[in-house]
């Protein structure tokens, strides 16, 4: 059985703050080299730690629902019990981010201790071997070895006693070209400082937060990106979105009070935290964009015109319901209109449904409510058929 072993011990430099844990974008670390162990075709991962934490219950999780075994190891004795003689093991150091097209080739040729030229590897946090090699933080050997560490005291670091008898045994070097190291293909990450420049590479190379031509999407996207350059997990992404969603299903029924503009309010609260957790989900989904995400956009969108639709109607005089609520259904299908044409961005500024929240907001403060309605509602329909006429020319 392929086995990766991990480790989840070694901290920073300060108390508690545990390498495997720190974040550089959706994952923690060892969240990441699980998912790396999964893409290489591992059946079972071992992880060396003194006890259960946040980062390691995710990491079980993401192992477990990609049908590999997690399981976790204290000591040296521990380790020997778990691994089996016919297993074959992959051992990648704490906070180690390996090319993974690399290391699965160099797996699928047998035993390897990986290993780079000693000076550029050591300035870099890598292990020294001897004069003129370090170690490259990874290594592939048959389970057998593993019987050894019975012999060693339980206190002993456990990659660093793997790592020489590996080389006592003259298991073959896999020596890695120094441009690995310069373009980043195979790091080694031990403080935060590293942790939080690999963040924001990432984020900056994923995510980019809209224009302010959409000023209420503007500003939710880019409150959702700090959260994510701070590591935000996917239960800060949970609790934005269910706030959001909350905020949207309570506001008609602000605005259907003597409070009417807190209604409008309300929704534009929500429509920012949507805007921010949207972006958020983005930033934290590792392996892309799930069905449950994409359900989730699709129902906080039609949330928000519902919403929108229900403060409209809500928030106008009373005997005037049957004209605000065709009103409202023309302004929420004009909406809509422009949007499924123009698929690759909404229309400027008045395609940002927080702004058209806030003129109905404004318009509450004049006697023309109704007729701004109906204008705003007339002229979506309007943009949408020019767009869709634009269209039909252009495909032509």
């Given amino acids: 059985m392929l086995t ?15 390498i495997a844990d720190m974040r550089i974008g959706a994952d923690s670390l060892v969240a990441h080299q699980v998912r790396q162990a999964v893409e290489i075709g591992c059946e079972r991962i071992i992880c060396l730690a ?36 016919d297993d074959r093991v992959v051992v990648l150091a704490e906070g180690l981010m390996p090319d993974t097209e690399l290391l699965a080739s160099a797996l699928a040729k047998g035993q390897f201790v990986a290993g780079f030229d000693a000076e550029p590897a050591i ?23 593993f019987e050894r560490l019975q012999d060693l005291p339980d206190d002993i670091d456990i990659l660093s006693a793997l790592l020489r008898i590996a080389l006592q045994a003259d298991v073959k070097s896999l020596r890695l070209s120094e ?28 995510l980019s937060p809209r224009h302010w031509l ?16 701070r590591g935000a997990s996917r239960t800060v992404v949970g609790g934005a979105t269910i706030v959001g969603l909350l905020a949207l299903f309570g506001a008609p029924f602000v605005a259907a009070t003597s409070y009417a503009w807190a209604g409008f309010a309300l929704l534009i609260v929500g429509l920012v935290i949507v805007a921010g957790s949207d972006l958020l989900d983005r930033a934290t989904a590792s392996g892309g964009e799930t069905r449950a ?44 209109l422009s949007d499924a044409i123009n698929t690759r961005q909404p229309v400027p500024v008045l395609g940002d449904r927080g702004v058209v929240s806030a003129i109905m907001l404004a318009a509450l403060a004049t006697t023309a409510y109704l007729p ?14 020019f767009l869709s006429y634009r269209s039909k020319l252009t495909r032509a």
């Fill in 372 to 385: 701004i309605v109906q204008a705003l509602g007339a002229l979506f329909l309007l943009v949408g058929l």
């Fill in 50 to 85: 003194d006890m259960p934490r946040g980062a390691l219950l995710e990491a079980q999780h993401i192992a477990e629902k990609a049908g590999v075994t997690f399981q976790t190891a204290r000591s040296a004795n521990d380790l020997s019990r778990l691994v089996r003689a």
């Fill in 179 to 206: 441009d690995e190291l310069v373009s980043g293909n195979w790091k080694l990450v031990r403080t935060s400082a590293e942790a939080a420049e690999i963040r924001q590479a990432r984020l900056n190379s994923l």
């Fill in 214 to 229: 959409w000023p209420v999407k503007a500003v939710g996207e880019r409150i959702g990106l700090e959260f994510a350059r």
């Fill in 123 to 145: 300035q870099r946090g890598f292990e020294r071997i001897d004069l003129t090699r370090a170690w490259g933080g990874a290594l592939a050997v048959r389970g057998t070895v």
């Fill in 4 to 18: 990766a072993l991990l480790s989840a011990r070694a901290t920073t430099g300060e108390p508690s703050e545990f």
């Fill in 293 to 336: 995400s994409f359900v989730f956009k699709g129902v906080r969108r039609i949330l928000a015109d519902f919403s929108l639709a229900g403060c409209v109607v809500a928030a106008g005089a009373i005997g005037l319901e049957r004209e605000l609520v065709f009103a409202a259904i023309v302004l929420v299908l004009g909406l809509n």
